[in-house]
């Protein structure tokens, strides 16, 4: 695999495993504290009486954690541009203190474009440690081409 990801080297149907993190109750009450006040993430004894029946993050904090596993296993290494657009972002399950969560990236499609770029489109999930979905999200992102007078090798 090359150092750099280029666009050429993401085939659609290419699922890429992004690794895992676990989430803590610490996390999910500071998280909801600063960017979610809600007391679902904030306040232990309300969130109890929900009907979630306990303390659960924020769907922001969910995706911040996604965009985390995204940006260590892919796009710390890819020769990516730019997110373009989030065209859903669905929260299928409440995340826990102590859950594991799980991500994939899917390459969904590749267009290459005439000034040396492509719109790169792809769905990520997070499931938890008992593999259930908690979210899916679809969106695209623009990436660079190899280099034409790059000769380095590309991901199959």
Known sequence: ???VLYAQDLRPGTVLEL???KVSKEEILEFGRRFDPLPLHTDEDAATASRFGGLIASGFHTAALLQRLLVEAVFSRAALIAGREITSLRMRAPVRPGDVLHGTLEIVEVRPRDDGTAVVRSRGTLTNDSGTLVMD????TLWEHRPRSGSQGGAG
Do not use: D, F, K, P
């Not at 999200?137 to 695209?140: F, I, M, S």
């Open 1 to 3: 695999m090359s150092a």
């Open 19 to 21: 690794g895992s993190t």
């Open 137 to 140: 999200v679809q969106g695209e």
